[in-house]
């Protein structure tokens, strides 16, 4: 992990890594599907029809997926490689990507990943689920991974069952950057690190840690000490293992809990919520083995606190 030089200033840029959007002129009248078939010549037919359906053509800047689209001299033709998500109507959350595959959004915290058996509705599945409903009835999401309540930040749902699938069974070679922004109690006097342990849950849904093997799973955490203050320090936790409460329970173990944290050790609240933001998540697209990253902006409140 790399050490910030300005912390205000390397958290608040966002640095997507993305296909750059082409752009074309029309030399000849044509067919917009023979047009993009000449310009897009590594892509397959199919590819490029599925351009055209998920609304990334425009030409003359208005989305077109009609694929014998008439084309005239000098027209400008663009490829847009990220939809442009319809905007939620619900507070909570924002989807940041979404392809036919698969949904990447920004969690507030408070937010529930999944309902549970006193929350059903409002849910960050429940919203995302009716919105791609409203698109077609038979659509559906699938959980692939979750964050607690508490925490915010990035958070990715698959569209179908084998996708799903094929991101969960190859997680650990899919996911190239998981990484985490915590606000601990104290100053971390150590300014690298690595936790490990054994996570085992109580029947009360308490995650404890041990050092013996057999009793819980493997965790491992890796920290760096980006910011402290007087009262806090500012790390970015990067996870080999992605265990429940994983984060919050070696902070613990490091004797310096996350902000907010009553669960697992933390005496102070002084920004009324969990100091923890799932920051950057970056991974191999599925399908078309793309390299993705997503980064999202550092909670106010956090940067306030340094």
Known sequence: ???PKDIKKTFSQKKKVKPNDLKFEVQHDSELLVFLLEKLSQKSRNDVKVLLRDKKVFVEGEAI???NQPLRLGQKVEIRWEKQPEEIKIRGLKIIFEDQYLIVIDKEAGVLSIATEKQKENTAYSVLSEYVKR??????IFVVHRLDKDTSGIMMYAKSQRI???LQ???NDNILERTYLAVVEG???KPV???ISYLTESKALIMYSSQNPEQGQKAVTYYEVAKTSKKHSLLQVNLETGRKNQIRVHMKDLGHSVIGDDKYGATTNPIKRLGLHAWVLSFTHPVTKEAMRFETEVPKAFLGLF
Do not use: C, L, T
């Open 1 to 3: 992990m790399r050490q």
């Open 65 to 67: 997926s009609q694929f």
């Open 135 to 140: 698109q077609d009835p038979a659509n559906k």
């Open 164 to 166: 799903q699938k094929a």
């Open 169 to 171: 069974e190859n997680w």
């Open 187 to 189: 100053i971390v006097a």
């Open 193 to 195: 690190g690595k936790i």
